[in-house]
């Protein structure tokens, strides 16, 4: 783990070992003896991602329920090896993550919620893996934009062929990385994140600090060259049964949700919009929680009925 970087939240840091996904930092606080199921956050994919991407959510649910947040492998605290960065990989993490919280928990299923392109790696892993969830929440998920589905083959990506060689050659990877992750960089790419110049200013200066670790390179690289990308992504989404919240904003560069639409009609799945940027949990959170809430109390009646 690294001594430089300070955690991105306000909780204990749990160190797993796991075979396939390495080393990773799991957040958690919360009172472990709540009658609420525990909740996993997992922050999106970025440049410069990290939990810090969930700390409003993980702020408010920590004082009421076991509340855990992962660092992805390739980000924040966990590990940031020269290695290849994979949907699978992801998936393995998040595996991982709901399998030690469970053994905490006695085995119940957990509500997890996700950011943007991580949503593909939650939908994955509850196919999987169903009975370790007991609700999804996709806050502005990837693989709803434009009209045409993604359902490749199980496990494709959306790499472009020879791209990660290109970006990942030696002679300048650190330099293409770097300019990436200027902090006036990082200011404007959040600023298109979020549709308006008042940013949360805190995200920000995290964002820059994890960007500056080593090996902070490898995990967004193999990101801008598409290998983190699903290319069968729909099927993953068509083939979830539990209950699922999606939510997304109306303001900055990720707002095509055409392909959405086709899931309102779907009777375990919850579709809400803010009039906010693609993080709504930062600009209206009061709102976000009270919808989730009541999200999860309709999950919970389900759940006690099955």
Avoid at 125 to 148: H, I, M, N, W
Avoid at 158 to 183: Q, Y
Avoid at 290 to 299: P, Q, R, S, V, W
Wanted: hydrophobic share 45%.
């Amino acid at each position: 783990m690294s001594t430089a970087l300070p955690p991105a939240l306000d909780g204990e840091i749990m160190v797993l070992d796991d075979p396939r996904a390495g080393r990773l930092a799991l957040y958690v606080r919360g009172d472990a003896s709540s009658e609420h199921a525990p909740l996993l956050l997992v922050h999106g994919v970025n440049a410069a991602a990290a939990a810090a991407e969930v700390r409003p959510i993980f702020e408010h649910y920590a004082t009421t329920r076991p509340t855990y947040a992962l660092d992805l492998p390739g980000f924040g605290l966990s590990d940031r090896s020269d290695r290849p960065y994979t949907p699978r990989l992801m998936t393995d993490a998040i595996h991982a993550a709901a399998s030690a919280i469970q053994r905490f928990h006695g085995d119940v299923p957990i509500d997890a919620l996700a950011l943007s392109l991580s949503s593909e790696f939650l939908a994955r892993a509850a196919v999987e893996q169903p009975d370790r969830f007991r609700s999804l929440a996709l806050v502005s998920p990837t693989g709803f934009s434009g009209t045409q589905k993604r359902t490749g083959p199980r496990g494709s990506t959306r790499a472009i062929p020879g791209m990660l060689g290109i970006v990942s050659f030696s002679l300048w990877d650190d330099l293409l990385f770097d300019n990436l992750t200027r902090p006036s960089v990082v200011r404007y790419f959040l600023k298109r994140t979020w549709g308006a110049p008042n940013i949360d200013e805190e995200l920000w200066a995290y964002a820059v600090r994890t960007a500056r670790e080593p090996g902070a390179k490898h995990a967004p690289l193999h990101f801008l060259s598409g290998h983190l990308f699903s290319n069968d992504v729909n099927t993953l989404y068509d083939a979830l049964q539990l209950p699922v919240w999606m939510c997304h904003g109306v303001r900055g560069d990720f707002v095509d949700y055409r392909g959405a639409e086709a899931m309102r009609a779907r009777a375990n799945w919850e579709l809400t919009t803010f009039p906010t940027g693609a993080l709504p949990q930062f600009e209206v959170p009061a709102e976000l929680v009270a919808t989730y809430d009541a999200f999860l109390k309709g999950a919970a009646s389900a759940s006690a009925r099955a």
